[in-house]
């Protein structure tokens, strides 16, 4: 039979139902779908390709899906480090997020793309929330989308200074529209890029606990009426809850499940300062959490509730946070510290294993985009990275999935196939001027930093 991709003789981790592993195993692809998975000997005995690919000395798995990500935050990779999350946003983010002009966000998407595709990462939920005017949210999900990446542009909303924004000191700058202007100009968004877009637009109220109760709700309402999913950060912060149970008399997740906006199509960030009753609720209405380890490290935001969250129902995917509180776009990092994080927080070694990082990675996350990918299965939309597994500090080999967790990073990956179309190999984009880019956004970072005021961050050796 005929088909148009064949991955042969890899490793292939396929985080199908069974879990099945084939050690050397074969993927066959046809237009953007996978056509056949199984032992090499048989595929390749059975399949003909316009183009084969010898992937032996390699692991063959599902892209990997970054749940939660700020890619305009690329030109301040770097920066604001020593603060914890609310002086970190107050002093640095937001300051810089005022800063960022439409073409410093188109570029800064284009890098973070780039960066997430030459690790494997073939699906990203882009919270994006500078500038948010349609147009340059629009250009985003272009620049996203011509790098050959899958996911959505998940477009910040604020609306109109709360009480609570004003108690936390949001500055002024922040607030350019009211509520029902965000929501408009999200639905024109969500317009001219509707559902199965290959990179669709949602809704996303910037943060629970300091965002309008009605903006929440027309969010939600929007992604039920264009059948999309809905993002937000939730209960980041250890002052979070208690800010919103101060101004509402009720937890945020526990106001999401008294108002029926908690569901399937809510995604969650975070998520780290939950109490029982809010956990319940998540998983009895199968919501989403993006699980962003490296970033709640660096920010000492805590730990979050990976296994009760788990096991009442979530659905649960990692997130790289973006290149300025994650600092790179790389799963194997993501999927590394999630194990160390939860270990260390239970002092349990077999809290979390190897296995249940790489599911959420892909199937997981997977299934929290909406997109179907995440495993290798016949019929599957064809998302896939290879991973070179012959370097020194892969070897000696014994178990794959283990490598790939523990030992293997984002450099590692050779090649990156997202819907069917290869758009990363032998070390470059396919679809992108790396060099160019790169250039583009130094410059553009610099004269970013020096607009923002942003100059004493930048010294060599800070004491």
Known sequence: MQCDLLLSGGRVVTVDGPRSVYEPGSVAIIGNRIAAVGPAAETDATWQAARTVDCRGRAVVPGFVDGHTHLFQALARGLGEGLSIWPWLCEFMWPYSIAVDPEDARVAATLGAVEALRSGITTVIDNHYAPTDPETVLAVARAVESTGLRGA?????????????????????????SVDEEIELTRACME?????????????????????????RGAAELATEFGTRWHTHCSEGAKDPE????????????????????DERTTLAHAVWLDEAEIKHIGERRAGVSHNPASNAYLASGVMRLR??????????????GPSAGHRQDMFEVMKQTLFGQRQHTLDPAAARCEEALELATREGGRYAGTGTGHLSV???ADIAVVALDRPHLRPLHRTVAALVYSARGSDVEMTVVDGRVVYEDGRCVLVDEEALLAEAQERAERLVERAGFGALTTAWRH
């Open 153 to 177: 542009v998940a477009r910040g909303m604020i609306g109109h200074r709360t009480a609570v924004a004003a108690a936390r000191g949001l500055p002024d700058a922040l607030f350019r529209y």
């Open 192 to 216: 001219r890029r509707p559902p199965h877009s290959m990179v669709e637009i949602w809704p996303a109220p910037l943060n629970l606990s300091y965002v309008d109760q009605d903006l929440v």
């Open 243 to 262: 800010s919103y149970l101060e101004a509402y008399g009720v937890r945020p997740v526990q106001w999401l499940a008294q108002e029926g906006l908690l």
């Open 308 to 321: 009760e969250l788990r096991d009442a129902g979530a659905v649960v995917a990692l997130g790289t946070d």
């Open 379 to 381: 019929g599957a939309p």
